[in-house]
Nanobody
Framework: QVQLVESGGGSVQAGGSLRLSCAAS??????MAWFRQPPGKAREGVGS???????IYLDSVKGRFTISKDNAKNILYLQMNSLKPEDTATYYC????????????????????WGKGTLVTISS
């Protein structure tokens, strides 16, 4: 089992930046993804990264968020720039058991392991 622990959340003003990290214990050369759940709303996929490094992003974060992975350290990152109040949410990382990302990865399909989340609050 891959254990995932997120960190890096906090409160920033709109326009600011944050970098979230997700430390993965155990073998983690799988498709991994970031999700978020705004207060009172459903969870949504932010983006995913395959073992090849190929990434896919939610339309509303394209150009602002970047997913990367340090395979040597088993750490998944989410660099968030130009943050908006609507980015306020609890952010979760998740991992599959496949190197390629499933077609419905953004909906959580194929995600086997989940972190407990880190809260990001963006003030206007």
């Amino acid at each position: 089992q891959v254990q995932l622990v997120e960190s890096g959340g906090g409160s920033v003003q709109a326009g600011g930046s944050l970098r979230l990290s997700c430390a993965a214990s155990g073998y983690s050369s799988y498709c991994m993804a970031w999700f978020r759940q705004p207060p009172g709303k459903a969870r949504e996929g932010v983006g995913s990264i395959a073992s090849s490094g190929s990434t896919i992003y939610l339309d509303s974060v394209k150009g602002r968020f970047t997913i990367s992975k340090d395979n040597a350290k088993n750490i998944l990152y989410l660099q968030m720039n130009s943050l908006k109040p609507e980015d306020t949410a609890t952010y979760y990382c998740a991992a599959t058991r496949t190197t390629a990302c499933p077609p419905a990865a953004a909906a959580g399909y194929g995600m086997v392991d989940w972190g407990k989340g880190t809260l990001v609050t963006i003030s206007s």
